[in-house]
């Protein structure tokens, strides 16, 4: 079985292909967490892996403001500040703000 931080490895590798097949022999690698708490969209996000980006987002869309800042999915933050209007006080797991990570990942939209 493989181990949490090999889609990490992939991710950081760029291999889309061994993203894809991590993912289908366990599709619950896109919830994983690194050492930092980062999420493999996230992680992905970081690194520029724009088409693992794309791959984990068709596999499973943000579930959290801070995956959706990063990748600047709008519905997915608007739903999590009516959940809660203090999220927006709160850190990811690796210490942004929402508004930090859809700025600094160019979405204004998310903004």
């Given at each position: 079985m493989p181990q949490s931080h090999d889609i990490f490895n992939a991710i950081r590798g760029g291999d889309l292909s061994r993203v894809q097949a991590l993912l289908d022999g366990d599709p619950s690698a896109s919830d994983a967490r690194n050492s930092d708490g980062v999420t493999p969209l996230v992680s992905a996000v970081y690194q520029g892996q724009d088409a693992i980006?794309?791959?984990?987002?068709?596999?499973?869309?943000?579930?959290?403001?801070?995956?959706?800042?990063?990748?600047?999915?709008?519905?997915?933050?608007?739903?999590?500040?009516?959940?809660?209007?203090?999220?927006?006080?709160?850190?990811?797991?690796d210490g942004w703000l929402p508004l930090h990570l859809a700025c600094f990942f160019g979405h204004p939209g998310a903004a």
């Open positions: 980006v794309q791959e984990l987002i068709q596999r499973r869309p943000p579930t959290d403001i801070w995956e959706a800042a990063a990748v600047g999915t709008s519905s997915v933050i608007t739903r999590e500040i009516e959940q809660d209007p203090n999220i927006i006080h709160q850190t990811s797991p």
